[in-house]
């Protein structure tokens, strides 16, 4: 285990130097970097990095901060009129096509963690890259938000009711039972008056005292034990806790929100989400791929299968008048996945659903979803952006 705690740190601080240093010609994301790492150092290649118990349980931590960071991200009015009504179809377009297609592939609940990965979003992974952007506040920005909220929402919804260890009905019910606990905490995030904590936060920011950082995790830490107590995934209770702190939070100062989620980002992306990221690069089963061509070639063609599944129903959310360019970029952004796969082929792994050799074709093409298609989405967005800025020019010189 000592290994491990030296490598992982060590790696989470090589990561975004390498994304530093390749920056000039290409932007690529930083947990590109921290899978690729984890792989190379792992029993699969270099063998210096073992999984251990105590990692596993910092990767789990990690994967509930990412999602806690998604529900916080989120735009809750996105969520409402065309924008979320398109979002949830197109999502429910792609659960129905990637189970039809697991189907055809493995009959049986492999179909149904098939399509939960085909059907999946990486919202928590998608929104640094639209914040750093500029983008988080454009008809753009809440079009995606949209997109990857049920894209995350609803799978987690999903493997809660069809994966669990309950029949269909109970599983239901327990889902049903969450969900309004989870509205109460909402309208109580909303009603309760917010003033005084709000002051409170703000006076503590600087001091010992953090209030904002331990009401999140005081929040965090009782919806993950609800979701375990009622045999949920914990996920799901980590992107509603997110969820409730921004409503929590959307009245205080600006000044004072952005304090508090640079000090959350500090915590989750300095220390516990690039632990997820390297600990699911060290598991990753890349002896089974190298052993088989064919299964190494299967893992672009469920990019490409990614980018059907998911990717075209996505642009449906696309923001009303839309070009073709700004609906491509919505279709890749959404297509790009890889939390909810991993989650959710680890679950069919532990569960002798699924072998360890498919999981690692699908966790291969969540990388390869998150290596490429941000990279392309985002330039041709910048195609799309810089057009309509030249017809307009053209506009006002006629």
Same mark, same amino acid.
């Given at each position: 285990?000592?290994?491990?705690?030296?490598?992982?740190?060590?790696?989470?601080?090589?990561?975004?130097?390498?994304?530093?240093?390749?920056?000039?010609?290409?932007?690529?994301?930083?947990?590109?970097?921290?899978? @690729?790492?984890?792989?190379?150092?792992?029993?699969?290649?270099?063998?210096?990095?073992?999984?251990? /118990?105590?990692?596993?349980?910092?990767?789990?931590?990690?994967?509930?901060?990412?999602?806690?960071?998604?529900?916080? /991200?989120?735009?809750?009015?996105?969520?409402?009129?065309?924008?979320?009504?398109?979002?949830?179809?197109?999502?429910?377009?792609?659960?129905?096509?990637?189970?039809?297609?697991?189907?055809?592939?493995?009959?049986? /609940?492999?179909?149904?963690?098939?399509?939960?990965?085909?059907?999946?979003?990486?919202?928590?992974?998608?929104?640094?890259?639209?914040?750093?952007?500029?983008?988080?506040?454009?008809?753009?920005?809440?079009?995606?938000?949209?997109?990857?909220?049920?894209?995350?929402?609803?799978?987690? @919804?999903?493997?809660?009711?069809?994966?669990?260890?309950?029949?269909?009905?109970?599983?239901?019910?327990?889902?049903?039972?969450?969900?309004?606990?989870?509205?109460?905490?909402?309208?109580?995030?909303?009603?309760?008056?917010?003033?005084?904590?709000?002051?409170?936060?703000?006076?503590?920011?600087?001091?010992?005292?953090?209030?904002?950082?331990?009401?999140?995790?005081?929040?965090?830490?009782?919806? @993950?034990?609800?979701?375990?107590?009622?045999?949920?995934?914990?996920?799901?209770?980590?992107?509603?806790?997110?969820?409730?702190?921004?409503?929590?939070?959307?009245?205080?100062?600006?000044?004072?929100?952005?304090?508090?989620?640079?000090?959350?980002?500090?915590?989750?992306?300095?220390?516990?989400?690039?632990?997820?990221?390297?600990?699911?690069?060290?598991?990753?089963?890349?002896?089974?791929?190298?052993?088989?061509?064919?299964?190494?070639?299967?893992?672009?063609?469920?990019?490409?299968?990614? @980018?059907?599944?998911?990717?075209?129903?996505?642009?449906?959310?696309?923001?009303?008048?839309?070009?073709?360019?700004?609906?491509?970029?919505?279709?890749?952004?959404?297509?790009?996945?890889?939390?909810?796969?991993?989650?959710?082929?680890?679950?069919?792994?532990?569960?002798?659903?699924?072998?360890?050799?498919?999981?690692?074709?699908?966790?291969?093409?969540?990388?390869?979803?998150?290596?490429?298609?941000?990279?392309?989405?985002?330039?041709?967005?910048?195609?799309?952006?810089?057009?309509?800025?030249?017809?307009?020019?053209?506009?006002?010189?006629?």
């Amino acid at each position: 285990m000592a290994s491990i705690l030296f490598v992982i740190p060590a790696l989470a601080v090589l990561a975004p130097l390498i994304a530093r240093g390749l920056s000039r010609w290409v932007r690529i994301p930083i947990v590109v970097f921290e899978l @690729l790492l984890g792989i190379v150092v792992g029993p699969s290649l270099l063998g210096w990095a073992e999984p251990s /118990e105590f990692t596993s349980t910092l990767a789990d931590l990690g994967l509930a901060m990412l999602f806690f960071l998604a529900g916080n /991200e989120i735009q809750v009015q996105a969520l409402r009129g065309r924008g979320g009504r398109r979002a949830a179809s197109g999502w429910l377009i792609s659960l129905l096509v990637g189970f039809g297609i697991g189907w055809i592939v493995a009959p049986g /609940e492999t179909a149904v963690i098939i399509a939960i990965a085909l059907s999946s979003t990486a919202l928590g992974t998608i929104m640094p890259i639209l914040r750093d952007a500029g983008e988080m506040h454009t008809p753009f920005g809440a079009s995606i938000s949209a997109v990857g909220a049920i894209g995350e929402f609803g799978p987690l @919804l999903a493997i809660s009711i069809f994966l669990g260890t309950r029949d269909l009905g109970l599983a239901t019910a327990v889902v049903a039972l969450f969900i309004v606990i989870a509205a109460i905490a909402i309208w109580l995030s909303i009603r309760l008056p917010q003033g005084a904590m709000h002051r409170f936060v703000s006076s503590t920011l600087h001091s010992s005292g953090q209030f904002g950082v331990r009401v999140v995790f005081m929040i965090l830490t009782a919806l @993950l034990a609800l979701s375990i107590f009622l045999g949920l995934d914990m996920l799901l209770g980590a992107f509603v806790a997110g969820v409730v702190w921004r409503l929590m939070m959307r009245d205080a100062d600006e000044t004072d929100q952005q304090a508090v989620e640079s000090k959350l980002e500090g915590i989750a992306f300095g220390f516990l989400v690039p632990v997820f990221f390297v600990f699911t690069g060290v598991t990753f089963d890349l002896h089974s791929l190298l052993a088989d061509p064919v299964l190494f070639a299967f893992v672009p063609a469920v990019l490409v299968v990614l @980018l059907l599944v998911r990717g075209i129903p996505s642009t449906l959310a696309a923001p009303p008048g839309a070009s073709w360019r700004d609906r491509t970029a919505v279709g890749l952004l959404g297509a790009t996945g890889l939390p909810i796969i991993v989650a959710v082929t680890a679950i069919g792994v532990e569960e002798g659903i699924l072998a360890s050799a498919a999981q690692a074709v699908l966790v291969g093409a969540g990388m390869l979803s998150v290596l490429i298609l941000p990279l392309t989405a985002m330039a041709v967005r910048n195609r799309a952006a810089a057009a309509s800025a030249l017809r307009s020019a053209v506009k006002e010189d006629a």
